[in-house]
């Protein structure tokens, strides 16, 4: 079973960066379109951010302007930069596919303190 393996979470303060890594070892993971998915505490799983296998991006609301996604096919990574965080973004991010359909991995924990 394909499990994506997340990174790069912290604790930030408001204002702060953090950029996270999704590796996915699966052969066609050059050609899924893949999101970035967030879960806070207390609320259901949302998706942040996707991206196509051709580039095409798009975003929540909540993270336009702020959040970056992007992918290298060649290390079967995507990437999540993260800009102007605020408390609202806490919480515990993962990727998938856009079903999504692989099993979930642990997520990696980003914090912002006020």
């Known amino acids: 079973q394909v499990q994506p393996v997340e990174s790069g979470g912290g604790s930030v303060q408001a204002g702060g960066s953090l950029r996270l890594s999704c590796r996915v070892s699966?052969?066609?993971?050059?050609?899924?379109?893949m999101g970035w998915y967030r879960q806070a505490p207390g609320k259901q799983r949302e998706r942040v951010a996707s991206?196509?296998?051709?580039?095409?991006?798009n975003y929540a609301d909540s993270v336009k302007g702020r959040f970056t996604i992007s992918r290298d096919n060649a290390k079967n990574t995507m990437y999540l930069q993260m800009n102007s965080l605020k408390p609202e973004d806490t919480g515990v991010y993962y990727c998938?596919?856009?079903?999504?359909?692989?099993?979930w991995g642990q997520g990696t924990q980003v914090t912002v303190s006020s």
């Open positions: 998938n596919d856009l079903g999504p359909t692989l099993n």
């Open positions: 991206i196509t296998s051709g580039g095409r991006t």
């Open positions: 699966r052969i066609t993971f050059n050609i899924a379109s």
